[in-house]
């Protein structure tokens, strides 16, 4: 893959332009994307922790992975996290309510939106994990197809304010990526081939959405 012309920026202009957008006096709903390897779940992670629980949620959509079961049923289970195997409709109808939420005539826990989380240990979705409450003013989502332009992946863009894509040095992203794949079991042999394998034609499909993000942004 060829490197990406990206903006650089230090995390912590990135975390200060975050809490920008928590201070606006409505609702913004912030994605990151990027290739796999790229950093998008750390640099969320980092964003909701830096604002705290008042300020920010995070909403990702890995939750959204098609069941084990789901994907051998469908022969897609050795190319899982290909935008096949995603319920992208799910994801879009829950960003939708979570757009409309900020309107919500409801109070108490029947405000609360949950979102699904994805358990890496178990490799499977777990529903209703992640509560939503109307009053937190930025939500932060990501994952790897917030800008394809096929299926329902667009109806989830249209209720994103901003998609920021992360693009490291290639080098970089292919190293972190056999490494999150060693933490979870896999040889190293096995982390190669899965990381030259499916995870490098999702990466190819993923870069090729970098020109409909807002930014692309190189942390240093």
Do not use: C
Not at 22 to 45: D, I
Not at 86 to 108: K, N
Request: no cysteine; proline share 5%.
């Amino acid at each position: 893959m060829t490197e990406l012309h990206a903006e650089e920026l230090r995390l912590e202009d990135l975390l200060s332009q975050a809490r920008d957008l928590a201070s606006t006096g409505r609702r913004h709903v912030l994605g990151f994307t990027g290739a796999p390897g790229a950093g998008k779940s750390t640099v969320a992670e980092q964003v909701v922790e830096a604002l705290g629980p008042e300020l920010a949620v995070l909403v990702p959509m890995d939750g959204f992975h098609l069941a084990n079961e789901v994907l051998l049923a469908l022969g897609r289970r050795d190319r899982k996290g290909a935008h096949d195997t995603f319920d992208a409709a799910g994801y879009a109808a829950l960003m939708q309510r979570i757009r409309a939420q900020e309107t919500t005539t409801l109070t108490g826990d029947d405000a609360i939106v949950y979102a699904p989380r994805f358990a890496r240990e178990l490799e499977e979705p777990i529903g209703s994990s992640l509560p939503i409450r109307p009053e937190t003013p930025l939500i932060v989502t990501e994952g790897n197809y917030l800008l394809l332009e096929t299926g329902s992946w667009p109806a989830a863009r249209a209720v994103i304010d901003q998609v920021w894509f992360l693009a490291p040095h290639e080098k970089v992203r292919h190293e972190r990526l056999v490494r999150r794949h060693e933490a979870y079991g896999k040889s190293h042999d096995e982390a190669e081939l899965w990381a030259l394998g499916s995870d490098q034609r999702n990466a190819e499909l993923i870069e090729s959405t970098a020109g409909r993000a807002d930014r692309v942004l190189r942390l240093l």
